[in-house]
């Protein structure tokens, strides 16, 4: 299997840059998959979503992303996120209160339903 070369950067850092043998996102229009090879493509992130990487090593990488966009070429993908979290680093406890939070932002909840999916998504591979 081909490989391809992915970079994932939010407005603060970069998260992650390496090879990977498959990458899968939440986009505007649904759940996309992508392979090397794949026809070349701009992608909306959702408010919420996840971006799950699968390295050469097989090493899985799962981020909660928060808006944003991807762009895809036969042997690249570039993730750019608004904001993004490892589903390592997400704390469970907060973002459970902040969805329950009368009070908090819609944005907020949002940010806080894609770290949960993370983590959750995390743990089921």
Do not use: C
């Amino acid at each position: 299997m081909a490989d391809m070369s992915v970079d994932m950067v939010s407005i603060e850092r970069r998260l992650w840059s390496g090879q990977a043998s498959f990458v899968s996102a939440t986009t505007t229009e649904g759940q996309i998959g992508i392979l090397h090879g794949h026809e070349p493509v701009l992608g909306q992130l959702v408010e919420g979503g996840v971006v799950t990487i699968v390295g050469t090593d097989g090493e899985r990488i799962v981020a909660a992303v928060n808006g944003g966009f991807f762009s895809v070429t036969g042997a690249t993908v570039r993730i750019l996120a608004e904001t993004a979290d490892f589903a390592s680093d997400v704390d469970v406890d907060a973002a459970r209160a902040v969805l329950a939070d009368p009070n908090a932002s819609e944005l907020d909840k949002h940010a806080a339903e894609g770290r949960l999916k993370a983590v959750e998504q995390s743990s089921t591979l």
